[in-house]
T-cell receptor, first 107, second 115 residues
Framework: GQQVMQIPQYQHVQEGEDFTTYCNSS?????IQWYKQRPGGHPVFLIQ?????EVKKQKRLTFQFGEAKKNSSLHITATQTTDVGTYFC???????FGAGTRLTVKP | NAGVTQTPKFQVLKTGQSMTLQCAQD?????MSWYRQDPGMGLRLIHY???????DQGEVPNGYNVSRSTTEDFPLRLLSAAPSQTSVYFC??????????????FGEGSWLTVV
């Protein structure tokens, strides 16, 4: 299996700024999941994307699945300190996670 | 409902010692797996199981053994610990992994240090 590539590795933002993390695969994904891990915690499921071009929203979080089902993104609007953590995407084809994007937010 | 339970939470081992990380889930999930997490490396799949009696290797299986005698339990064994195995270990389960895309539930993690 091919691990999904996730960028950036780190992102530091001022509270209120937006944040985006991207996952890219060289192969077509059947579906992709996103997880959030708070510092010192364990990954927790956020959402699953299945359809080509799918867009889902959870309050300030917007998840997108590319038309070719090879890439996905997570966008957070107006970050808050509660958004701090590492965000991972998961390729459900082989159960491999991206390396994660660690988000820190300055109040 | 306990979900996925891992023990111990913290462990310090000397090089060459053996130990078993325990994992149990009470959700009747078929799929169970072990990941290790190192700084900057994300979560890497060690071993997984699609059902009782069936196990398979993930990305980084060397130095680890697993067995799945029951649906509920999936222990991870380190036969001869090495400093390179210092990491945080997560056990996880789902109804069925892979293309079915079921949610993965994680245990709270086991912090292992090998000195």
């Amino acid at each position: 299996g091919q691990q999904v590539m996730q960028i950036p590795q780190y992102q530091h933002v001022q509270e209120g700024e937006d944040f985006t993390t991207y996952c890219n695969s060289s192969t077509t994904l059947s579906n992709i999941q996103w997880y959030k891990q708070r510092p010192g915690g364990h990954p927790v499921f956020l959402i699953q994307l299945v359809k080509s071009g799918e867009v889902k929203k959870q309050k300030r979080l917007t998840f997108q699945f590319g038309e070719a089902k090879k890439n996905s993104s997570l966008h957070i609007t107006a970050t808050q300190t509660t958004d701090v953590g590492t965000y991972f995407c998961l390729n459900n084809n082989d159960m491999r996670f991206g390396a994660g994007t660690r988000l820190t937010v300055k109040p | 409902n306990a979900g996925v339970t891992q023990t111990p939470k913290f462990q310090v081992l000397k090089t060459g010692q053996s130990m078993t990380l325990q994992c149990a889930q009470d959700m009747n999930h078929e799929y169970m797996s072990w990941y290790r997490q190192d700084p900057g490396m994300g979560l890497r799949l060690i071993h997984y199981s699609v059902g009782a009696g069936i196990t398979d290797q993930g990305e980084v299986p060397n130095g680890y053994n697993v067995s799945r005698s029951t649906t509920e339990d999936f222990p991870l064994r380190l036969l001869s610990a090495a400093p390179s195995q210092t990491s945080v270990y997560f056990c996880a389960s789902s109804v069925r992994g892979g293309v079915d895309g079921n949610t993965i539930y994680f245990g709270e993690g086991s912090w292992l240090t090998v000195v």
